[in-house]
């Protein structure tokens, strides 16, 4: 894939084996994201969302008008599309077979983050406010749980959902790393540790349980009625610091001549704090600072009998 910033925004899917372009979309304004799976192309504009059948030559199925999306946001699953809405705080669900299309009244302000589960089972949302990750069943769109990153605001950077729909990540410019049990339709929302696998490699802490899950985070305060809910919301299993770098964003910040650039990035440097699941217990985080690095975490079970978040390694990507 590769994006012009000319007057003609484009799209072109490389074929890796042919050595050659196979697909080539041309936009007027400048594409923010684009999303791929077997039969569909999405492509985020700032004001729309794009879909096409993925084949050659590609044919244009839909677009929908959103709310201004500067970050591109939108998932897509073997059976949905989901993007923001017409309306702050709103999800767009589009069927992919059908057409149908559903509203999620997921937030009252505008939307940071959304991502949908391995399974296509769950879709995870947060706002700008950034202290709740709501989760909603794809198949009612009911709401199943609510997970608290913390009580003040802060800028949401990423959700990550593990391959085995165990576990959502979290970060945010709190240069935290958080670590929650995904509550699913299909089961209890925390298993407890003896029914999770974890991994045994030695690595050197960097953060631990200290939020744990619900019945040790504020202990008897949570189960006392009429106490503000903070009290009794689920908090994260574990969390680690992760390197936030000093760099601005990407989405709207300058960039000095003397750092390193990426073509097709508005502001040339990477997204901050991106999180994705190497596998089950693994997780990488990109960040952006000044000598742009990934770090990798490892999700293990102490000798305390609790989850810890364990930094294991990191690498630099980028020249300073």
């Not at 030559?57 to 809405?85: H, M, Q, R, Y």
């Not at 339709?185 to 050197?204: D, L």
């Amino acid at each position: 894939m590769q994006t012009s910033l000319s007057l003609i925004a484009k799209v072109i899917i490389w074929d890796d084996a042919k050595q050659m372009a196979v697909i080539t979309l041309e936009f007027r304004t400048q594409v923010i994201k684009v999303r791929l799976s077997r039969s569909r192309i999405i492509v985020a504009l700032q004001n729309s969302i794009h879909t096409f059948a993925f084949s050659s030559p590609p044919e244009k199925l839909s677009v929908f008008e959103t709310v201004d999306n500067p970050l591109g946001l939108c998932c897509l699953s073997s059976k949905i599309i989901a993007f923001p809405g017409r309306v702050l705080g709103q999800v767009k669900v589009v069927e992919s077979d059908t057409g149908n299309v559903s509203i999620v009244p997921a937030h009252g302000s505008a939307l940071r983050a959304m991502e949908i589960s391995p399974d296509g089972e769950v879709l995870a949302t947060a706002s700008e406010t950034g202290t709740l990750i709501r989760i909603w069943a794809t198949s009612t769109w009911t709401k199943v749980g609510e997970l608290r990153r913390g009580v003040d605001h802060a800028k949401i950077y990423s959700i990550g959902i593990s391959p085995d729909n165990a576990y959502l990540a979290v970060t945010s410019d709190k240069s935290t790393l958080h670590i929650f049990d995904l509550p699913h339709p299909h089961g209890p929302s925390n298993e407890g540790t003896n029914s999770r696998s974890y991994s045994s490699r030695g690595s050197t802490p960097v953060g631990s349980g200290n939020d744990e899950a619900l019945d040790n985070k504020w202990g008897v305060l949570g189960k006392i009625p009429l106490l503000p809910r903070v009290f009794s919301d689920t908090y994260s299993i574990a969390s680690a610091h992760f390197e936030l770098g000093d760099d601005p964003q990407s989405t709207f910040g300058a960039v000095s001549a003397t750092m390193t650039q990426i073509p097709g990035i508005p502001g040339g440097r990477p997204v901050k704090g991106v999180v994705g699941w190497l596998d089950k217990h693994t997780i990488l985080v990109i960040g952006a600072g000044r000598d742009g690095r990934w770090e990798k975490f490892v999700l293990t079970l102490g000798d305390d009998g609790k989850r810890h978040c364990v930094r294991n390694g990191w690498k630099r990507y980028l020249g300073g």
